[in-house]
């Protein structure tokens, strides 16, 4: 079974453009969740996706946006992006109706210079 | 709102030294309880986990028991190989009311 994949896997943008991250959760899984991991602290959680919709978010300003797709794929949006950014970004899947264990990707490194 | 804060590292033991990563929370609802392992280089993964109160999660040797009176969820292993260094978080997941919240992670160092 492949595992959560993330693309890209660095990503390096300046001040004020704006990022696209993507997440392919494992098959059969339905809910999508991302966090964001800034350097020497821990993760932040960031957008819930289930079923399609948006569930939840954290307590990140709204230029961070997303989507999930059909196929539950989902894209993490971040706009007008500040040097505070600069994090990895973790992606993680689960199928709610079995358990609560989340299975994460690999990350997506972000700069902005 | 729900909150989990883990023991400060970093730590560093000596191989075959007892090992015990504090972890205590604040909830509403009932979520349940984990531990996550990042290896250098390497994603998250899950260790164990548990589900309700009194429920115990082992895995590797580690073990780690979901405590209601106490809001704890502390990390013990009897004895830490070089291999067991890594970074750990404690996390707390209520699937249903879409929260997850995770510790700022715990830098474990085993020397042999």
């Known amino acids: 079974e492949a595992g959560v994949t993330q693309s890209p896997t660095h990503l390096i943008k300046t001040r004020g453009q704006q990022a696209t991250l993507r997440c392919s959760p494992i098959?059969?899984?339905?809910?999508v969740y991302w966090y964001q991991q800034a350097l020497g602290l821990g993760l932040q959680f960031l957008l819930w996706?289930?079923?399609?919709?948006?569930?939840n978010r954290g307590n990140f300003p709204p230029r961070f946006s997303g989507r999930q797709f059909p196929n539950y794929s989902s894209e993490l949006n971040v706009n007008a992006l500040e040097l505070e950014d600069s994090a990895l970004y973790l992606c993680?899947?689960?199928?709610?109706?079995?358990?609560?264990?989340?299975?994460f990707g690999p990350g997506t490194r972000l700069t902005v210079l | 709102g729900d909150s989990v804060t883990q023991m400060e590292g970093p730590v560093t033991l000596s191989e075959e030294a007892f090992l015990t990563i504090n972890c205590t929370y604040t909830?509403?609802?009932?979520?349940?309880l984990f531990w996550y392992v990042q290896y250098p280089g390497e994603g998250l993964q899950l260790l164990l986990k548990a589900t309700k109160a009194d429920d115990k999660g082992s895995n590797k040797g580690f073990e780690a028991t979901y405590r209601k009176e106490t809001t704890s969820f502390h990390l013990e292993k009897g004895s830490v190989q070089v291999s067991d260094s890594a970074v750990y978080f404690c996390a707390l997941i209520d699937t249903n009311a879409g929260k997850s919240t995770f510790g700022d992670g715990t830098t474990l160092t085993v020397k042999p």
């Open positions: 098959s059969g899984h339905t809910s």
């Open positions: 996706y289930d079923e399609g919709e948006e569930r």
């Open positions: 993680a899947s689960l199928r709610r109706a079995i358990n609560n264990e989340q299975f």
């Open positions: 909830a509403t609802g009932y979520p349940s």
